[in-house]
């Protein structure tokens, strides 16, 4: 990803990206001219030397000369015109950025181009033009990031084409020799062939072609297309069977080949490097309007990937008949594809196209993930491309652990897959509901142990083992899940983590049901004991609302009307429910935490900077505003802590001394992760200096609350969370005393909370300090910070208890 800044972008020059861009161009033209004189050249060679075996070794040197040399111009010529095109672009947003700098600075603000922040005058905010000010501060601010954005993009486009075409070590511009492509067809026709017996020399040509030649778009494309959809998949199945996986560590022996599963590993990776190579878009737009797509010329066509779904769908026998030990029957075609989306940087539309086939195949079909158990061979393992020592490993029958993986590192392919479906009822939400997400999210079974070879002693290992199994294939969906909605905000990204929230909420899984039973029918089960989120994905889910903290502390708040789209909107009810969900996780709830306490410390900095007026005090103004931070601050930790609470208290009773001797510990990792939390959210707060004072303040915050939790007398597990940052009522009332604090604005402080002038650190305070304090917010400070406290305090007991409330206990137990 491009690491353009404004200073670089200041500093463009334009002249040497053109003298680079000269000089591909006559490298292409002279490439040009070199495959005009060698044609000429080489053409009248069958007349002059017409037969015997030197004749056919020279013409086939020919051949190949003639095929690199043309195949050298284009990757020569586009790289010229990236470079070209990129010195125009870049010159255009320089002037650009140059107008926008020089128009905020004649208008009196200070521009500081190393930290991307334009800053008013104070005077700039009196007479009534705090809120016109602020608009224009925010435009200009808006539109500079613009475009250093727009020089990230054009950065990183260009740079894709330069990657694409530079010339590599080993092969040149990548020009794979045609002796290459036809030789390698040769072995794949070989391989896939179950009956056929490769020799290990056979096996080690073939790995080391689609190891040289995997990423080169003439080899991918012609070997690709030469085996068709059908025979890919057949290579894919035939290779898994070459080696079986028995149950426990595998060694060399007369069973295991360790060698051979090392060869599968590097053919299976290579052949999805490939697939990946060849399906990468390169082609054109054309039509009136730009609607038609022609495909690159080394790009496999639509028709091809539409065989490839079709031939997924199909079921087909692998291995060799006549050794029924490495012979699988009836084995579906995506169960072959799903090893080859672990390798390679998938397209996101060709992503998106198969992945989305995927998922509805399985649904079309009824039988949950229990389809890809329907034909498994004894100790056979479809996946060898991510190892095989351990049995925890899936065997490769479930392709959703492919799919998964390539998913996790694709949000593009995520948003695209998973709003590619809507569904519309009377009941779900007004933009329709996504069946693809819901399926995944709540009705998918994600069993662990299912994803493994046949036979007894599989069988045995599960019996025995089968507990300790964790699915990896949940967690990628999780960050999946988190790069769809994060990486690339958006009105799909919005899309989907309102329907998270939606879908999460209206499960039978909510209602406290067993997943697919009718809550009407079955025992329910109350809030502590069921999961409106998978446990295995609650992690990634708190990052997803760590990222969208302030549309989150929007939907707590009453009555909260939007008036934009550029927001994400959810019932409040399903909020508490799912943010209570989500608190069940210690990590999970640290996350959010820490969140909460990054956008509060932006929004009182933002109300007690003294924008306006840097000597006045702080007013009832001020002090309103304070409140209604705390408030949805104490809304969305109330809800939180009480999921928390709820899953912790299974013990009334604390011991005191292993209470305090773990929280110097946890408040080390608390602190590492304030660090990592904070950062990320305040660099979406457009306030200046926020972040750093965001960083100073938290840490404080942390050594306060900190003290204040080695207390006796800990009681009820549920305010044993006041261990860590935003857990309980303590920690919520010194959230704000510290922003008042940290403000340098209150009156009358006590005089050893002064050092040299400036505000003593609170890490720093004795104490006596400790004490002057508190007698001070008794006292002098009894209607600022202790009015704000206590506001605070009650903002976070009130979240509480609605979150109780929502999800209290009716008489039977259920779940409301």
Same mark, same amino acid.
């Given at each position: 990803?491009?690491?353009?800044?404004?200073?670089?972008?200041?500093?463009?020059?334009?002249?040497?990206?053109?003298?680079?861009?000269?000089?591909?161009?006559?490298?292409? #033209?002279?490439?040009?001219?070199?495959?005009?004189?060698?044609?000429?050249?080489?053409?009248?060679?069958?007349?002059?030397?017409?037969?015997?075996?030197?004749?056919?070794?020279?013409?086939?040197?020919?051949?190949? /000369?003639?095929?690199?040399?043309?195949?050298?111009?284009?990757?020569?010529?586009?790289?010229?015109?990236?470079?070209?095109?990129?010195?125009?672009?870049?010159?255009?947003?320089?002037?650009?950025?140059?107008?926008?700098?020089?128009?905020?600075?004649?208008?009196?603000?200070?521009?500081?181009?190393?930290?991307?922040?334009?800053?008013?005058?104070?005077?700039?905010?009196?007479?009534?033009?705090?809120?016109?000010?602020?608009?224009?501060?925010?435009?200009?601010?808006?539109?500079?990031?613009?475009?250093?954005?727009?020089?990230?993009?054009?950065?990183?486009?260009?740079?894709?084409?330069?990657?694409?075409?530079?010339?590599?070590?080993?092969?040149?511009?990548?020009?794979?020799?045609?002796?290459?492509?036809?030789?390698?067809?040769?072995?794949?026709?070989?391989?896939?062939?179950?009956?056929?017996?490769?020799?290990?020399?056979?096996?080690?040509?073939?790995?080391?072609?689609?190891?040289? =030649?995997?990423?080169?778009?003439?080899?991918?494309?012609?070997?690709?297309?030469?085996?068709?959809?059908?025979? /890919?998949?057949?290579?894919?199945?035939?290779?898994?069977? =070459?080696?079986?996986?028995?149950?426990?560590?595998?060694?060399?022996?007369?069973?295991?080949?360790?060698?051979?599963?090392?060869?599968?590993?590097?053919?299976?990776?290579?052949?999805?490097?490939?697939?990946?190579?060849?399906?990468?878009?390169?082609?054109?737009?054309?039509?009136?309007?730009?609607?038609?797509?022609?495909?690159?010329?080394?790009?496999?066509?639509?028709?091809?990937?539409?065989?490839?779904?079709?031939?997924?769908?199909?079921?087909?026998?692998?291995?060799?008949?006549?050794?029924?030990?490495?012979?699988?029957?009836?084995?579906?075609?995506?169960?072959?594809?799903?090893?080859?989306?672990?390798?390679?940087?998938?397209?996101?539309?060709?992503?998106?196209?198969?992945?989305? $086939?995927?998922?509805?195949?399985?649904?079309?079909?009824?039988?949950?993930?229990?389809?890809?158990?329907?034909?498994?061979?004894?100790?056979?393992?479809?996946?060898?491309?991510?190892?095989?020592?351990?049995?925890?490993?899936?065997?490769?029958?479930?392709?959703?652990?492919?799919?998964?993986?390539?998913?996790?590192?694709?949000?593009? !392919?995520? #948003?695209?897959?998973?709003?590619?479906?809507?569904?519309?009822?009377?009941?779900?939400?007004?933009?329709?509901?996504?069946?693809?997400?819901?399926?995944?999210?709540?009705? #998918?079974?994600?069993?662990?142990?299912?994803?493994?070879?046949?036979?007894?002693?599989?069988?045995?290992?599960?019996?025995?083992?089968?507990?300790?199994?964790?699915?990896?294939?949940?967690?990628?969906?999780?960050?999946?899940?988190?790069?769809?909605?994060? $990486?690339?905000?958006?009105?799909?990204?919005?899309?989907?983590?309102?329907?998270?929230?939606?879908?999460?909420?209206?499960?039978?899984?909510?209602?406290?049901?067993?997943?697919?039973?009718?809550?009407?029918?079955?025992?329910?089960?109350?809030?502590?004991?069921?999961?409106?989120?998978?446990?295995?994905?609650?992690?990634?889910?708190?990052?997803?609302?760590?990222?969208?903290?302030?549309?989150?502390?929007?939907?707590?708040?009453?009555?909260?009307?939007?008036?934009?789209?550029?927001?994400?909107?959810?019932?409040?009810?399903?909020?508490?429910?799912?943010?209570?969900?989500?608190?069940?996780?210690?990590?999970? #709830?640290?996350?959010? !935490?820490?969140?909460?306490?990054? =956008?509060?410390?932006?929004?009182?900095?933002?109300?007690?900077?003294?924008?306006?007026?840097?000597?006045?005090?702080?007013? $009832?103004?001020?002090?309103?505003?304070?409140?209604?931070?705390?408030?949805?601050?104490?809304?969305?930790?109330?809800?939180?802590?009480?999921?928390?609470?709820?899953?912790?208290?299974?013990?009334?009773?604390?011991? $005191?001394?292993?209470?305090?001797?773990?929280?110097?510990?946890?408040?080390?990792?608390?602190?590492?992760?304030?660090?990592?939390?904070?950062?990320?959210?305040?660099?979406?707060?457009?306030?200046?200096?926020?972040?750093?004072?965001?960083?100073?303040?938290?840490?404080?915050?942390?050594?306060?609350?900190?003290?204040?939790?080695?207390?006796?007398?800990?009681?009820?597990?549920?305010?044993?969370?006041?261990?860590?940052?935003?857990?309980?009522?303590?920690?919520?009332?010194?959230?704000?005393?510290?922003?008042?604090?940290?403000?340098?604005?209150?009156?009358?402080?006590?005089?050893?909370?002064?050092?040299?002038?400036?505000?003593?650190?609170?890490?720093?305070?004795?104490?006596?300090?400790?004490?002057?304090?508190?007698?001070?917010?008794?006292?002098?400070?009894?209607?600022?910070?202790?009015?704000?406290?206590?506001?605070?305090?009650?903002?976070?007991?009130?979240?509480?208890?609605?979150?109780?409330?929502?999800?209290?206990?009716?008489?039977?137990?259920?779940?409301?």
């Amino acid at each position: 990803m491009s690491g353009m800044t404004l200073p670089l972008l200041l500093s463009f020059d334009v002249t040497v990206w053109h003298a680079a861009a000269d000089r591909w161009q006559r490298l292409a #033209r002279g490439i040009d001219d070199a495959t005009d004189q060698l044609i000429r050249g080489t053409r009248d060679f069958a007349f002059a030397w017409p037969s015997g075996v030197g004749s056919a070794a020279a013409a086939r040197e020919a051949d190949a /000369l003639r095929v690199e040399v043309s195949n050298s111009y284009n990757p020569a010529r586009r790289i010229h015109e990236a470079m070209d095109q990129h010195a125009y672009a870049m010159s255009a947003l320089r002037q650009q950025a140059e107008s926008i700098v020089a128009a905020a600075r004649q208008a009196g603000y200070t521009v500081d181009t190393a930290a991307v922040t334009i800053t008013a005058p104070a005077s700039a905010y009196m007479g009534g033009n705090l809120d016109r000010t602020g608009r224009e501060t925010g435009l200009l601010l808006n539109d500079l990031r613009s475009v250093v954005e727009y020089a990230r993009a054009q950065d990183d486009a260009t740079a894709g084409v330069i990657n694409d075409n530079v010339p590599d070590p080993r092969v040149g511009f990548g020009a794979s020799p045609a002796g290459a492509i036809s030789r390698a067809e040769e072995l794949a026709r070989k391989l896939k062939d179950p009956a056929y017996q490769p020799t290990a020399a056979e096996l080690d040509e073939l790995r080391d072609l689609v190891q040289t =030649y995997g990423k080169d778009k003439v080899f991918a494309f012609d070997l690709l297309d030469a085996l068709g959809p059908m025979g /890919l998949l057949e290579l894919s199945g035939t290779l898994a069977t =070459y080696q079986l996986d028995r149950p426990g560590r595998d060694a060399d022996d007369v069973l295991f080949n360790r060698d051979m599963a090392e060869v599968v590993r590097d053919l299976q990776n290579g052949l999805g490097v490939m697939l990946s190579t060849a399906t990468t878009e390169g082609g054109t737009m054309t039509g009136l309007r730009g609607e038609t797509y022609v495909p690159g010329e080394y790009e496999l066509s639509s028709q091809w990937v539409t065989d490839l779904m079709a031939a997924g769908r199909s079921r087909m026998d692998i291995g060799d008949p006549s050794s029924p030990m490495r012979y699988v029957e009836d084995v579906y075609g995506y169960q072959l594809l799903g090893p080859l989306l672990h390798s390679g940087g998938f397209d996101s539309g060709f992503l998106s196209t198969i992945g989305g $086939d995927i998922v509805d195949f399985e649904i079309e079909q009824g039988k949950g993930s229990d389809l890809w158990g329907e034909a498994r061979g004894e100790n056979v393992r479809l996946d060898w491309t991510q190892g095989h020592d351990d049995n925890k490993t899936p065997a490769g029958y479930d392709p959703m652990n492919g799919l998964m993986d390539a998913l996790s590192r694709n949000g593009e !392919a995520g #948003r695209d897959l998973l709003t590619g479906v809507t569904d519309y009822s009377s009941d779900g939400p007004g933009g329709g509901r996504l069946p693809r997400l819901d399926y995944l999210l709540t009705d #998918r079974n994600w069993e662990p142990t299912a994803d493994l070879p046949g036979g007894p002693g599989w069988t045995a290992e599960v019996l025995e083992h089968g507990g300790d199994y964790k699915n990896g294939a949940l967690e990628k969906f999780g960050l999946a899940l988190e790069q769809a909605t994060t $990486d690339t905000p958006g009105p799909d990204a919005r899309r989907l983590v309102e329907s998270i929230v939606y879908e999460s909420n209206v499960d039978e899984q909510a209602l406290g049901a067993a997943n697919g039973a009718n809550p009407r029918d079955g025992k329910t089960v109350g809030f502590a004991e069921s999961n409106l989120v998978p446990p295995e994905i609650r992690g990634s889910m708190a990052n997803i609302v760590s990222s969208y903290i302030s549309d989150i502390n929007q939907n707590m708040v009453d009555g909260t009307r939007f008036d934009t789209d550029a927001a994400v909107e959810v019932d409040r009810t399903h909020l508490t429910r799912f943010l209570a969900d989500l608190g069940k996780d210690e990590g999970a #709830r640290q996350t959010i !935490a820490f969140a909460e306490a990054a =956008y509060a410390t932006g929004n009182y900095h933002e109300i007690l900077s003294g924008g306006q007026n840097p000597a006045a005090g702080i007013d $009832d103004k001020a002090l309103r505003s304070i409140d209604v931070v705390s408030h949805t601050y104490g809304s969305v930790m109330g809800a939180v802590d009480f999921g928390a609470g709820e899953q912790l208290h299974t013990d009334s009773e604390q011991q $005191d001394s292993a209470h305090n001797s773990v929280i110097e510990e946890r408040y080390k990792a608390a602190s590492f992760l304030a660090d990592q939390v904070v950062g990320k959210v305040t660099e979406r707060i457009p306030v200046p200096g926020v972040g750093d004072l965001a960083n100073e303040f938290v840490g404080g915050v942390l050594d306060e609350i900190q003290e204040s939790a080695k207390t006796e007398g800990q009681g009820r597990v549920a305010y044993d969370l006041g261990d860590l940052l935003g857990s309980g009522r303590d920690g919520s009332a010194k959230l704000a005393e510290m922003a008042l604090y940290e403000s340098g604005r209150l009156e009358g402080l006590p005089p050893g909370l002064n050092q040299d002038g400036h505000l003593k650190p609170v890490a720093e305070w004795t104490e006596f300090e400790r004490r002057d304090w508190q007698f001070y917010k008794d006292a002098d400070g009894r209607d600022t910070v202790g009015h704000s406290a206590t506001q605070a305090g009650d903002g976070y007991q009130n979240g509480y208890e609605w979150a109780k409330d929502v999800l209290g206990r009716p008489e039977r137990g259920e779940s409301k």
